[in-house]
């Protein structure tokens, strides 16, 4: 048994276990535990039903481990004479097919006579159609607004009865404000004792109806474990040995983990997780290498909130930003308001990674532009200000300063100086290129885009190939045993862009070709720059080196 024949396959670019037959279910047991890709899962908030997940955690602790699922394997094909129909999946099942004859003495109960298939309908609606001849409720010793005031009063009386006590025994005094019981102690005590006597009967009573149900139910149960793990337990492999749901290009199916999906900036992002632990994502979830949305979300309707990760994997980030609304759908089909509360920067594409230093030399113009115009108003504001208190206090004082002609010949100077340097440069920029064939230049154009966008794409190119889920499902209470590699043709799959059909549309404003012109204007513009920061760097572009 120990030298058990399993096959593999390369799933998500790790090479994984196969679980394609009942014999690979009936040795589950004897698989290398560092071959499975999860050793455990939580039990909620998955897409597999918290109740079958319930039956498969045996120690109640909320996470279900390896060794459980083994045990789950062996009880399926002890109860199962042929465990392939597991991977049906289906909540039916034959009666030929149950092993267990206690089992199928209760689905014969269930199914009419004409019927050799039960189901997990069947199997609810004889549970819930169960019906017990209960013990009575004794009769309450008071009126329900009686008892309510006493259990409303009690403390407070209890209170005013000690007190006066100690008022007899000359320790205390009851306060002037204090309320006083409309009855002896004495009264009050038996009203006690009665609606105390009357609880503990009631309880007693339901406590026994309940366990006459539950016992007039338990027939029933194993056979509901059956068909519960007969449609989920072949699922919860598919994402516990391999996680082949996940790498499944099936639209129709579905990681465990997957919550749903994020509607955002005209795309729609597959990959949503729930998240339950913020502090642990803090931790684990930069280490992914993903772009990730965290969002919070509500559903204005029912009240329902949670909290979730989408996994950004096509497209642009210019317009994602924190605050940023948006609409989620669980797998349900119930939608949430959501708005991004948190963002983790990450590579999403290579073309994006080329634009990346463009946009940084953008923003960083806009800042010193922006900075340095508010600046000069706070100063302009300040001199005003200052100029209009003076005026104010002396209307003599105000004298207009006196022409500076040194001070302004200093500044022309050298306004001078530096457009002289930059046309030297230009010029000698000029001359050393004057020479060149034409294929010279589109080498010296391509050598200064890698210069520039060079150093960004190799960045994200490395972290494209690293992209691993694994740490946001164990930030999620998974302990994942094998990367969860997301390629970069793997992640245009989880992230669905807006594709509109092909129209002409005259629209008023510039032309395309105009805004290709200065779109070309910039860049010339941005490489002319480049170009005088090398010359004056000391290199040549004649021989393409340093002098």
Known sequence: MANYKWSFANVGGVTRVRIHDAEDIRHLGELDKKMWTVLSCPTTGLEISDESLGLMDLDGDGQLRLKEVVATAEWLCANLKDPQSLFE??????????????????AKK????????????DVQAAIDAVVIEEKPIPAAPLEADVIAAYKEKQAEYAAYFEQEKLQKLGLALIPEDAVKPGMTEKKFAEMGAQIAEWEAAKAAAESANAEALAAAKAEFMPLKKLLLLHRD???????????????????ATIASFQAGTLIIDQRACHLCMRVHDMGKHDAQAPLSGIYLLYCN???????????????????????????????FYDNDGLDYDATVTKIIDNPISIRQA???????????????????????DAKAFDDMTAK??????????????????????????????????IGAALVAVAEGMSGFHWWQYVIVFVCILLVISGPSMIMAYMKLRRRNLAPVLNANGWAVNADAIISVPFGRTLTEQVAFPIIKIKKKGLKTWAKWLIALCVIAVILGIVCIVLHLCGFCFCCFCFH
């Open 297 to 327: 979300c509500i559903n204005k309707k029912t009240g329902k909130t949670l909290q979730i990760v989408a996994a950004m994997t096509q497209g642009e980030i210019k317009n994602l930003t924190i605050g940023k609304n948006a609409v």
């Open 354 to 376: 080329f634009w990346t230093p463009y946009r940084k030399l953008a923003k960083w113009i806009e800042e010193k532009i922006n900075k340095s115009a508010a600046e000069k």
């Open 233 to 251: 337990f072949y699922r919860l492999l598919r994402n516990f040995v391999t996680l082949e749901d996940f790498y499944d290009l099936d639209e």
């Open 89 to 106: 999946q289906s909540d039916s099942l034959a009666l030929e097919n149950i092993a267990d004859e206690a089992i199928v003495a209760v």
């Open 388 to 421: 209009a208190d003076a005026t104010v206090a002396d209307p003599a004082a105000e004298k207009k300063p006196a022409f500076d002609i040194a001070k302004f010949a200093g500044i022309f100077a050298a306004i001078g100086m530096a457009l002289g340097m």
């Open 110 to 121: 269930v199914v009419s006579d004409q019927s050799s298939v039960v189901s997990l309908a």
